[in-house]
């Protein structure tokens, strides 16, 4: 199975509905916890779980706010159905984890609506282009990230990641300093790019305070992702941006485009920068 | 007392702390319910009241889920506290309202995190300045908008609004079809803004549709404010912005400059377009 799917899959408990159990793959760590966009996804997988219901099947929009960092082993989401309408369902998740004395530790509260993306009318009544970026081979791969990032960053080693040249210019100790990360990102085993997959990847790019030369654990407090379109097969196109860096807290707005440069998803999240 | 404050404000029961009651004022109606912002920012009162947190007093980030429309009258906020921190505290809440036949609706449930503003560090390391603005005397206020527009959006009789005419021209059947609009906004009666204000600010201008030619009720699905710095006094610039309208959906993004030119808030929504 997928490293992705493994780690963010749940098991709806017999017993209670609203109950899911899965397991966080080491793999996915990042600073001190389980990546974010993981955690998130895990949450509205057991979220869904509970909804049960197969006329809403797709993430619409997820919001989770941040308690404890997330670590590799087991997880229990539970979740409770907020409403049931014609057109979307809605709910809240909790994801929790036992700690090391047993003592069960809330990780993330979640809350989501979901519909079904393939009712939605296919208009684009407005629309901004994808941006500008060279082709996948002209871009640098993750794997020559320098070691500080790969070690603080390993579930990078799970994705195909090329970054935009043009972007990654802290790498050499030259940030550009605007405030924008891109790269195209695919799993390497070829499994396709989907919308619980878009959930996980409004945060797969290093924080982007690394364009300004600033590197660490930046713990997000809040985290937002809008799944617009399902994305077709291939590379998605990933960006990370801000604009607004102050009182030791910053935004990071995320766009993805699927490989035929439908806009599929848009991230925001609040979190802190590192300690210095 | 301000019109805003006596909609928003709620009183913590004394059997149960997590329990507040309030009462919407049906000034704030717009479309078929009550202003989103002023849904937000009623609950994020409850919220706050339940975690009775001196230390942590300011919503930093707020999200909330709406599942039917707020209507003039009783409301009662139901808040859960997730974690009381050292820097932040955080929690989830339901707003209900009884329906017509007394049964309890559930309106909107949010999460939540609170810390203190004024504890952040006074940097500002990057920003994006304020947009080019005329002078509220040189600018259209709401009260010009025409009937269909204050008809259905009776709350702008509550606020001081004053448009960038630039951005107005769908009034005079001109839209243009940029995506944004922006107003310099304040209480007419002089009540200074404040983190709470700012959480239905960022709901407050007509959607960003009508600079499309577009009107009607455009229902949110989730709304997230962040809350970035406390807002000097005087006028606040609002801006909101879409990019994206397709799938029947569309993003609303908003930023909101005080008088000292500080981004003091971030809001981003995802909502339906007017059924046509």
Redesign the interface.
């Given at each position: 199975m997928n490293s992705f799917d493994a780690s963010t899959q749940v098991e709806r408990s017999t017993d209670d509905p609203g109950v899911s159990t899965g397991s966080f793959d080491g793999s996915w760590q990042v600073g001190n916890g389980i990546n974010g966009g993981v955690v998130l996804s895990t949450t509205a997988r057991g979220l869904a779980a509970a909804l049960g219901d197969d006329r809403h099947p797709d993430p619409?929009?997820i919001?989770g706010?941040y308690?404890?960092a997330s670590t590799a082993g087991p997880l229990t989401v539970t979740a409770e159905v907020?409403?049931r309408g014609g057109s979307?369902s809605?709910g809240?998740a909790?994801l929790a984890q036992p700690d090391a004395a047993g003592a069960l530790q809330?990780r993330a509260?979640v809350?989501?609506?979901f519909g079904d993306?393939s009712q939605?009318?296919?208009?684009?009544?407005?629309?901004?282009d994808p941006p500008q970026m060279p082709a996948p081979e002209d871009c640098l791969p993750a794997t020559m990230a320098p070691p500080h990032i790969t070690e603080s960053a390993k579930y990078l080693n799970n994705l195909d990641l090329r970054f935009d040249p043009a972007t990654v210019q802290w790498a050499l100790g030259q940030p550009a300093r605007r405030?924008m990360i891109q790269a195209w990102v695919r799993f390497p085993d070829g499994r396709e790019p989907d919308p619980f997959a878009l959930l996980f990847l409004v945060d797969c790019l290093p924080p982007v305070l690394a364009d300004?030369g600033r590197f660490g654990w930046s713990p997000t407090?809040?985290l937002?992702a809008?799944i617009?379109?399902r994305p077709a097969p291939g590379a998605l196109l990933v960006r990370h941006e801000?604009?607004?860096?102050?009182?030791?807290?910053?935004?990071e707005d995320v766009r993805i485009w699927d490989s035929e440069g439908t806009?599929v998803a848009?991230g925001?999240q609040?979190a802190r920068t590192p300690r210095a």
């Open positions: 619409l929009a919001t706010t308690l404890s907020a409403r979307i809605s809240t909790t809330t509260i809350q989501g609506v993306l939605l009318p296919d208009d684009s009544e407005v629309r901004r405030g300004f407090l809040q937002s809008y617009r379109a801000t604009e607004h860096v102050s009182g030791g807290q910053f935004e806009l848009q925001r609040l």
